[in-house]
């Protein structure tokens, strides 16, 4: 669906540019990119830690895919941890941690729960856990609406850039009007690459990690029941109002 609406609104526009008899290699300027891509890269890069930056692009390069997070499977997961516990003890589910399923967050959150930590300390632990994660997600969210912040800045440079060239060519009627009309390409380029791209990818980072913190605070609950003793039922009525999450 992601890719999908960014190929809608690119047809849409190109559409209409052609609808009204204009010509699509109008809106092609390889000098216009170079300055709106080039300079946008260049700021966030000079306003990002390096390291955030590589965080951002890592991040990029599984944004279309997505993750699957099974909150019903994982509910059934903890409820069965739960059961053993009562049973026979937290050490009984030392031979979990060997499940090569499990994800980091939980896998670090059953490890301290075998290792008999206090139901206060590992709420503490799990709670800092979900801060940093949080806080990392949402720099990565930042790098790219940085990049739409200064998008269409840089294509307003590019556009001043063009019409200077264009001035040049005051004495020629025909090649001022082309000049002009390629000046605003600049500025075409920086507010859609914004607006139709770096933006929405923002905000889909966000929407998708928040789905992704839904699902390791069902995981922490249910961990923190399970440190608690809490009977089965307990723990069910928990983790229940995390189960009818969706993809």
């Known amino acids: 669906m992601a890719l999908a609406g ?3 609104a690119l047809v849409s526009i190109l559409l209409a540019q052609w609808w009204h008899g204009g010509s699509l290699s109008v809106l092609v300027d390889g000098p216009a990119l170079l ?3 080039g300079g946008t890269l260049g700021a966030v890069v000079l306003q990002t830690p390096w390291h955030q930056c590589q965080a951002a692009l890592r991040a990029l390069g ?3 895919r997505g993750r699957h997070w099974p909150f019903h499977d994982q509910a059934s997961r903890l409820l069965r941890w ?3 516990a009562r049973h026979a003890g937290f050490l009984a589910l030392e031979h979990r941690l060997a499940d090569g399923a499990l994800d980091p967050f939980t896998h670090q959150g059953l490890q301290w729960l075998v ?5 206060q300390v590992l709420e503490r632990l799990l709670d800092n856990e979900l801060d940093r994660l949080e806080e990392q997600k949402e720099l990565e969210a930042r ?7 200064y998008s269409p800045t840089i294509g307003i440079i590019g556009a001043v850039l063009g019409l200077i060239q264009a001035m040049s060519n005051l004495d020629d009627p025909n090649r001022l009007g082309t000049g002009i009309a390629v000046a605003f390409v600049a500025t075409l380029y920086g507010v859609g690459l914004a607006n139709l791209l770096l933006l929405p990818l923002a905000n889909r980072l966000r929407a998708l990690y928040r789905l992704e913190l839904r699902y390791r605070e069902l995981t922490a609950i249910g961990l923190l029941a399970i440190a608690r003793g809490d009977s089965s039922l307990a723990v069910s009525r928990q983790l229940a109002q995390y189960q009818g999450h969706r993809q």
Request: a negative charge; hydrophobic letters at 50%.
């Open 6 to 8: 960014l190929l809608l």
């Open 35 to 37: 300055i709106v891509v």
């Open 62 to 64: 599984g944004l279309f």
């Open 82 to 84: 739960s059961n053993e």
């Open 115 to 119: 290792d008999g930590t206090e139901p």
């Open 143 to 149: 790098v790219f609406e940085a990049m739409g912040g």
